[in-house]
Protein backbone atom coordinates (compact mmCIF):
# COMPACT_ATOMS: atom_id res chain seq x y z
CA UNK A 1 0.00 0.00 0.00
CA UNK A 2 0.90 3.71 -0.42
CA UNK A 3 3.11 4.71 2.24
CA UNK A 4 4.45 8.84 2.75
CA UNK A 5 6.33 9.07 5.66
CA UNK A 6 7.39 12.83 6.37
CA UNK A 7 10.43 13.74 8.92
CA UNK A 8 12.72 16.67 9.63
CA UNK A 9 10.24 19.11 11.08
CA UNK A 10 11.41 20.92 14.33
CA UNK A 11 11.82 24.02 16.30
CA UNK A 12 14.01 26.80 14.25
CA UNK A 13 14.82 30.54 14.96
CA UNK A 14 13.35 32.97 12.36
CA UNK A 15 15.61 33.58 9.71
CA UNK A 16 16.81 29.88 10.08
CA UNK A 17 16.81 26.94 7.42
CA UNK A 18 15.34 23.04 7.96
CA UNK A 19 15.14 20.41 5.36
CA UNK A 20 12.17 18.10 5.25
CA UNK A 21 12.57 14.50 3.89
CA UNK A 22 9.62 12.28 2.71
CA UNK A 23 10.03 8.79 2.08
CA UNK A 24 7.53 7.47 -0.52
CA UNK A 25 6.54 3.71 -0.89
CA UNK A 26 4.00 1.15 -2.84
CA UNK A 27 3.79 2.65 -6.10
CA UNK A 28 6.52 3.79 -8.31
CA UNK A 29 7.77 7.13 -7.44
CA UNK A 30 9.51 8.24 -10.40
CA UNK A 31 5.88 8.32 -12.35
CA UNK A 32 4.35 10.93 -10.19
CA UNK A 33 4.00 14.45 -9.87
CA UNK A 34 4.73 15.33 -6.07
CA UNK A 35 3.45 18.57 -3.59
CA UNK A 36 3.87 20.01 -0.47
CA UNK A 37 1.12 21.10 1.29
CA UNK A 38 1.11 23.15 5.04
CA UNK A 39 -1.33 23.81 7.19
CA UNK A 40 -1.37 26.22 10.25
CA UNK A 41 -2.42 25.38 13.71
CA UNK A 42 -5.80 25.69 13.57
CA UNK A 43 -6.02 27.32 9.81
CA UNK A 44 -6.72 25.86 6.72
CA UNK A 45 -4.80 23.84 4.09
CA UNK A 46 -2.31 25.76 2.17
CA UNK A 47 -0.26 24.36 -1.30
CA UNK A 48 3.34 24.88 -1.11
CA UNK A 49 4.81 23.52 -3.92
CA UNK A 50 4.60 21.13 -7.04
CA UNK A 51 7.62 18.60 -8.78
CA UNK A 52 7.17 17.50 -11.59
CA UNK A 53 7.89 13.18 -12.15
CA UNK A 54 10.88 13.95 -14.18
CA UNK A 55 11.85 16.58 -11.80
CA UNK A 56 12.29 19.37 -14.22
CA UNK A 57 9.43 21.41 -13.45
CA UNK A 58 9.41 23.26 -9.98
CA UNK A 59 6.77 25.66 -8.86
CA UNK A 60 5.89 27.71 -6.14
CA UNK A 61 3.52 29.68 -4.29
CA UNK A 62 4.29 33.39 -3.83
CA UNK A 63 4.15 33.05 -0.28
CA UNK A 64 7.69 30.68 -0.22
CA UNK A 65 8.89 31.79 -3.67
CA UNK A 66 12.68 32.70 -3.51
CA UNK A 67 13.37 30.75 0.15
CA UNK A 68 11.98 27.08 -0.62
CA UNK A 69 13.14 24.61 -2.49
CA UNK A 70 11.45 21.44 -3.71
CA UNK A 71 13.64 18.22 -4.88
CA UNK A 72 13.57 14.55 -5.40
CA UNK A 73 16.07 11.58 -5.38
CA UNK A 74 14.18 8.61 -7.87
CA UNK A 75 16.91 6.12 -6.61
CA UNK A 76 15.94 6.65 -2.83
CA UNK A 77 11.90 7.48 -3.48
CA UNK A 78 12.19 10.90 -1.24
CA UNK A 79 11.07 14.08 -1.73
CA UNK A 80 12.73 17.08 0.00
CA UNK A 81 11.61 20.75 1.19
CA UNK A 82 14.69 22.85 1.50
CA UNK A 83 13.20 25.75 3.68
CA UNK A 84 15.68 29.01 3.80
CA UNK A 85 15.12 32.29 5.39
CA UNK A 86 12.01 30.69 7.83
CA UNK A 87 9.31 33.04 9.25
CA UNK A 88 7.36 32.65 12.26
CA UNK A 89 4.15 32.43 9.33
CA UNK A 90 5.98 29.35 8.61
CA UNK A 91 4.78 27.50 11.47
CA UNK A 92 2.62 24.56 9.83
CA UNK A 93 2.30 20.99 9.67
CA UNK A 94 3.77 20.17 6.10
CA UNK A 95 2.53 17.28 4.55
CA UNK A 96 3.50 15.12 1.56
CA UNK A 97 1.16 14.89 -1.32
CA UNK A 98 1.10 12.42 -4.47
CA UNK A 99 -0.95 13.42 -7.09
CA UNK A 100 -3.13 11.26 -8.67
CA UNK A 101 -2.47 11.38 -13.38
CA UNK A 102 -6.57 10.10 -13.87
CA UNK A 103 -7.89 11.73 -11.48
CA UNK A 104 -7.31 15.68 -12.84
CA UNK A 105 -4.37 15.50 -10.97
CA UNK A 106 -5.72 15.62 -7.20
CA UNK A 107 -4.08 14.55 -4.26
CA UNK A 108 -4.93 10.43 -3.68
CA UNK A 109 -2.12 10.20 -0.51
CA UNK A 110 -1.09 12.21 1.76
CA UNK A 111 1.52 11.80 4.79
CA UNK A 112 0.78 12.14 8.14
CA UNK A 113 2.23 15.57 8.88
CA UNK A 114 5.71 17.35 9.85
CA UNK A 115 5.43 20.05 12.61
CA UNK A 116 7.60 23.21 11.73
CA UNK A 117 7.78 25.97 14.69
CA UNK A 118 9.60 28.85 13.66
CA UNK A 119 10.10 30.65 17.02
CA UNK A 120 12.82 32.35 18.84
CA UNK B 1 -3.11 33.50 -8.41
CA UNK B 2 -6.54 32.49 -8.49
CA UNK B 3 -8.54 32.91 -5.40
CA UNK B 4 -11.12 30.13 -4.35
CA UNK B 5 -13.94 31.43 -1.90
CA UNK B 6 -15.96 28.76 0.14
CA UNK B 7 -19.56 29.95 1.40
CA UNK B 8 -20.79 29.69 4.44
CA UNK B 9 -17.70 29.38 6.76
CA UNK B 10 -19.78 26.93 8.94
CA UNK B 11 -23.00 24.89 8.40
CA UNK B 12 -24.69 23.49 11.39
CA UNK B 13 -27.33 20.62 10.62
CA UNK B 14 -28.41 17.74 11.64
CA UNK B 15 -27.73 14.00 10.98
CA UNK B 16 -30.21 13.02 7.90
CA UNK B 17 -30.27 16.55 6.47
CA UNK B 18 -28.42 17.97 3.13
CA UNK B 19 -25.19 19.91 3.20
CA UNK B 20 -24.90 22.15 0.02
CA UNK B 21 -21.29 23.68 0.04
CA UNK B 22 -20.26 26.35 -2.22
CA UNK B 23 -16.93 27.34 -3.87
CA UNK B 24 -16.27 30.13 -6.23
CA UNK B 25 -13.20 30.71 -8.17
CA UNK B 26 -12.24 34.75 -8.69
CA UNK B 27 -11.48 33.64 -12.51
CA UNK B 28 -12.51 30.32 -14.85
CA UNK B 29 -10.59 27.25 -13.85
CA UNK B 30 -12.80 24.94 -16.27
CA UNK B 31 -13.57 21.87 -14.21
CA UNK B 32 -10.34 21.55 -12.38
CA UNK B 33 -11.62 21.99 -9.44
CA UNK B 34 -11.85 18.95 -6.38
CA UNK B 35 -13.05 18.54 -3.09
CA UNK B 36 -11.48 17.02 -0.07
CA UNK B 37 -12.74 16.06 3.93
CA UNK B 38 -10.86 16.70 6.54
CA UNK B 39 -11.11 15.56 10.30
CA UNK B 40 -9.41 16.46 13.62
CA UNK B 41 -5.89 15.07 13.63
CA UNK B 42 -6.03 13.48 10.18
CA UNK B 43 -4.69 14.38 6.72
CA UNK B 44 -7.50 15.66 4.00
CA UNK B 45 -9.29 12.97 1.63
CA UNK B 46 -10.16 13.14 -1.93
CA UNK B 47 -13.74 13.05 -2.44
CA UNK B 48 -14.49 15.07 -5.82
CA UNK B 49 -12.38 15.17 -8.70
CA UNK B 50 -13.23 17.04 -11.95
CA UNK B 51 -15.59 18.86 -10.04
CA UNK B 52 -18.61 15.82 -10.65
CA UNK B 53 -16.36 12.86 -10.14
CA UNK B 54 -16.54 10.99 -7.13
CA UNK B 55 -12.88 9.53 -5.85
CA UNK B 56 -12.43 6.08 -5.47
CA UNK B 57 -14.82 4.26 -2.71
CA UNK B 58 -16.47 7.68 -1.62
CA UNK B 59 -20.13 7.50 -0.89
CA UNK B 60 -22.34 8.55 -3.66
CA UNK B 61 -24.23 10.77 -0.98
CA UNK B 62 -21.20 13.08 -1.83
CA UNK B 63 -22.39 14.65 -5.68
CA UNK B 64 -20.43 17.80 -7.11
CA UNK B 65 -21.21 19.97 -9.82
CA UNK B 66 -20.20 23.58 -11.85
CA UNK B 67 -17.56 24.16 -13.98
CA UNK B 68 -15.89 27.70 -14.42
CA UNK B 69 -16.31 29.77 -11.76
CA UNK B 70 -19.43 28.31 -9.30
CA UNK B 71 -18.99 24.61 -7.70
CA UNK B 72 -20.98 23.22 -5.14
CA UNK B 73 -20.58 19.98 -3.08
CA UNK B 74 -23.85 18.23 -1.82
CA UNK B 75 -24.12 15.70 0.92
CA UNK B 76 -27.66 14.26 -0.07
CA UNK B 77 -28.48 13.18 3.57
CA UNK B 78 -25.43 13.95 6.30
CA UNK B 79 -24.08 10.69 7.98
CA UNK B 80 -22.14 11.21 11.90
CA UNK B 81 -18.97 10.86 10.17
CA UNK B 82 -19.64 13.56 7.65
CA UNK B 83 -19.33 16.22 9.98
CA UNK B 84 -15.89 17.56 9.27
CA UNK B 85 -14.43 20.59 7.03
CA UNK B 86 -14.24 20.26 3.70
CA UNK B 87 -11.96 22.41 1.03
CA UNK B 88 -11.84 22.71 -2.81
CA UNK B 89 -8.88 22.88 -4.49
CA UNK B 90 -8.24 24.56 -8.19
CA UNK B 91 -5.26 23.45 -10.68
CA UNK B 92 -3.91 26.03 -12.87
CA UNK B 93 -1.63 24.28 -15.11
CA UNK B 94 1.04 23.39 -12.88
CA UNK B 95 -1.02 25.97 -9.55
CA UNK B 96 -2.78 24.61 -7.01
CA UNK B 97 -4.65 26.89 -4.08
CA UNK B 98 -7.20 25.49 -1.89
CA UNK B 99 -10.51 27.56 -0.51
CA UNK B 100 -10.23 28.48 3.34
CA UNK B 101 -12.63 25.80 4.35
CA UNK B 102 -16.32 24.92 5.10
CA UNK B 103 -16.84 23.09 8.81
CA UNK B 104 -19.95 20.95 8.91
CA UNK B 105 -20.80 20.46 12.64
CA UNK B 106 -23.74 19.05 14.13
CA UNK B 107 -27.02 21.20 15.12
Known amino acids: QVQLLESGGGVVQPGGSLRLSCAAS????????MHWVRQAPGKGLEWVAI????????YYSDSVKGRFTISRDDSKNTLFLQMNSLRAEDTAVYYC?????????????WGQGTLVTVSS | EIVLTQSPATLSLSPGERATLSCRAS??????LGWYQQKPGQAPRLLIY???NRATGIPARFSGSGSGTDFTLTISSLEPEDFAVYYC?????????FGQGTKVEIK
Open chain 1, 97 to 109: VKEETFQDYNFDY
Open chain 1, 26 to 33: GFTFSNYG
Open chain 1, 51 to 58: ISSDGDDK
Open chain 2, 27 to 32: QSVSSH
Open chain 2, 50 to 52: SAS
Open chain 2, 89 to 97: LQRNYWLRT
